[in-house]
C-alpha cells in the first residue's frame, strides 16, 4: 500500500465531510500544518490514525482503502459507512452519497467535478436560489434540489405499468378538489406544524383559523377519511368527550414541494441530461 493513499483518503474524507483543514487539526491536535503535509503526501503518526478516524466515522482500514469497494462489495461498504455515522450526521452523509451518485450517473462527458455537497453549497450560498440537477432517461428520472431553500433527492426507475403504479383505484380529482379548500389546506399545515401527541378538539381549528363549528366538523370529517385523524374519548367532569389525534404524514410534505416546482418551475441546474424520448405514462 503506497503511502500517498492515507493522505488522498483523508483529503476524500474531509472534502465529503465539508470540513476544513483546521478543523481536522483541532481535533487531532495537531498543526494545520500537519494536516496539509499528510495531504500532500505526508504520513501521520500512528498514534494519531484512531483520532483521524473517529473524526470521519470511519475505521483505520478505510484510511488505508482496505475497505475499498473496489475491493468488496460496494452494498456491504456503503451500509456499514451509514451505519457507523453518528445519527445526527446520517441524513447529511446519505444526501452527499446521493449527490455522488446523481454526478455518476452522467453521461460521459457531463460529469464536471468532484466537490462535495458542501463546497458546492459555499459556492451558490450568496446566489440566493436553489439550484437543481436533473437525470431523464427512459429508464426512470432523477430530480435533486441543492442550496439554502430545501435539499432532496429523487429517483424514479421507469415503472413497469403506470395505470398500476400511479392510478388504479386513486381519485386524484377528489384529492384537490377538497385542498383547494383553503381552510382544509390550511388545518393540514396547521396540524402538521404542532406536536401530533397533543389531542385536540375542533376548537382547535375554530380558533386558529377563524372558521365555525359546522366547517370545523367538515374538515375533521375530511382529514379522518384520509387516514391523518383517529378519535380517543376522555373524561371530563364525569362527561366523555371526544378529542382527536393527528397522524403526520411526510408525503404531505413531499406533495408540496413538487407542486411548489410546478408553480414556481426551477430554472438553475447544476447538471441536467435529457435523453427521455417516451412520455411519462403508458
Same mark, same amino acid.
Given at each position: 500500500m503506497e503511502i500517498q493513499t492515507v493522505g488522498k483518503q483523508i483529503t476524500a474524507l +474531509? +472534502?465529503?465531510?465539508?470540513?476544513?483543514?483546521?478543523?481536522? &487539526?483541532?481535533?487531532?491536535? $495537531?498543526?494545520?500544518? &500537519?494536516?496539509?503535509?499528510?495531504?500532500?503526501?505526508?504520513?501521520?503518526?500512528?498514534?494519531?490514525l484512531p483520532r483521524i478516524a473517529d473524526f470521519f466515522s470511519v475505521s483505520i482500514d478505510t484510511l488505508f482503502e482496505r475497505e475499498s469497494p473496489d475491493n468488496g462489495n460496494l452494498r456491504d461498504a456503503l451500509i456499514?459507512? @451509514?451505519q457507523e455515522t *453518528? +445519527?445526527?450526521?446520517? =441524513?447529511?452523509?446519505?444526501?452527499?452519497?446521493?449527490?455522488?451518485?446523481?454526478?455518476?450517473?452522467?453521461?460521459?462527458?457531463? =460529469?464536471?467535478?468532484t466537490c462535495s455537497i458542501e463546497e458546492y453549497e459555499k459556492e451558490i450560498g450568496n446566489l440566493g436560489?436553489?439550484?437543481?440537477?436533473?437525470i431523464l432517461q427512459n429508464e426512470g428520472f432523477t430530480h435533486m434540489s @441543492?442550496?439554502?431553500?430545501?435539499?432532496?433527492?429523487? @429517483?424514479?426507475?421507469?415503472?413497469k405499468d403506470t395505470d398500476t403504479a400511479l392510478f388504479?383505484?386513486?381519485?386524484? *380529482?377528489?384529492?384537490?378538489?377538497?385542498?383547494?379548500?383553503?381552510? $382544509?389546506?390550511?388545518?393540514? $399545515?396547521?396540524?402538521?406544524? +404542532?406536536?401530533?401527541k397533543k389531542a385536540f378538539t375542533p376548537d382547535l381549528l375554530i380558533q386558529k383559523l377563524g372558521i365555525d363549528r359546522?366547517?370545523?366538523?367538515? @374538515?375533521? &370529517?375530511?382529514?379522518?377519511?384520509?387516514?391523518?385523524?383517529?378519535?380517543?374519548q376522555i373524561e371530563i367532569n364525569d362527561e366523555l368527550k371526544? $378529542?382527536?389525534?393527528?397522524? *403526520?404524514?411526510?408525503? =404531505?410534505? &413531499?406533495?408540496?414541494i413538487f407542486a411548489r416546482e410546478i408553480i414556481d418551475r426551477p430554472n438553475t441546474f447544476s447538471y441536467f441530461c435529457s435523453n427521455r424520448s417516451k412520455p411519462y405514462f403508458n
Open positions: +474531509r +472534502r465529503e465531510k465539508g470540513a476544513k483543514q483546521e478543523e481536522l &487539526a483541532r481535533y487531532v491536535g $495537531v498543526s494545520t500544518q &500537519a494536516v496539509s503535509k499528510w495531504e500532500n503526501g505526508g504520513l501521520p503518526d500512528t498514534e494519531l456499514k459507512r @451509514i *453518528p +445519527r445526527q450526521e446520517k =441524513f447529511r452523509r446519505v444526501f452527499n452519497f446521493c449527490w455522488d451518485m446523481e454526478r455518476a450517473m452522467m453521461p460521459h462527458g457531463h =460529469f464536471i467535478d436560489a436553489n439550484h437543481y440537477s436533473a @441543492i442550496g439554502s431553500r430545501l435539499q432532496y433527492f429523487l @429517483i424514479v426507475p421507469e415503472p388504479n383505484d386513486i381519485d386524484y *380529482p377528489s384529492l384537490f378538489r377538497d385542498l383547494s379548500d383553503k381552510a $382544509v389546506f390550511d388545518a393540514c $399545515v396547521l396540524l402538521h406544524s +404542532r406536536d401530533y359546522e366547517k370545523a366538523t367538515e @374538515i375533521l &370529517a375530511l382529514l379522518t377519511k384520509y387516514h391523518m385523524l383517529h378519535t380517543s371526544t $378529542v382527536y389525534n393527528f397522524n *403526520p404524514t411526510p408525503a =404531505f410534505f &413531499a406533495l408540496l
